[in-house]
């Protein structure tokens, strides 16, 4: 079993900062990539970046040379962290951590609970 832990997020004007950082704690050995997503009210989900030690860093047009994704790992636990810099009104959303688990009974999808960022003066 893994699980997700997800800190940061808040309120921003634009132009600002924020971190969001997420822990994997458990069967880490399992996780083949992590990232984060978002989702604003009535848009689905959408992929924000994405990091593994096979294909790197990937991120969506939208946020490309604003956000910068990096990741470490050991044993027992692999973090995931997103630096968003000039923000804008249109990055807000709730923001889920998402980890690929590519265990030998089979992929699948975990996700975070979840954290808010809004980005407004």
């Known amino acids: 079993q893994v699980q997700l832990v997800e800190s940061g997020g808040g309120l921003v004007q634009p132009g600002g900062s924020l971190r969001l950082s997420c822990a994997a704690s458990?069967?880490?050995?399992?996780?083949?990539?992590m990232g984060w997503y978002r989702q604003a009210p009535g848009k689905e989900r959408e992929l924000v970046a994405r990091?593994?030690?096979?294909?790197?860093?990937?991120?969506s047009d939208s946020v490309k040379g604003r956000f910068t994704i990096s990741s470490s790992r050991d044993n027992t636990k692999n973090t995931v962290d997103l630096q968003m810099n000039s923000l804008k009104p249109e990055d807000t959303a709730v923001y889920y951590c998402?980890?690929?688990?590519?265990?030998?009974?089979?992929?699948?999808?975990?996700w975070g609970q979840g954290t808010q960022v809004t980005v407004s003066s």
């Open positions: 998402n980890a690929e688990m590519r265990p030998s009974s089979g992929w699948y999808d975990l």
């Open positions: 458990g069967s880490v050995r399992s996780i083949h990539a």
């Open positions: 990091i593994s030690s096979g294909d790197g860093a990937r991120y």
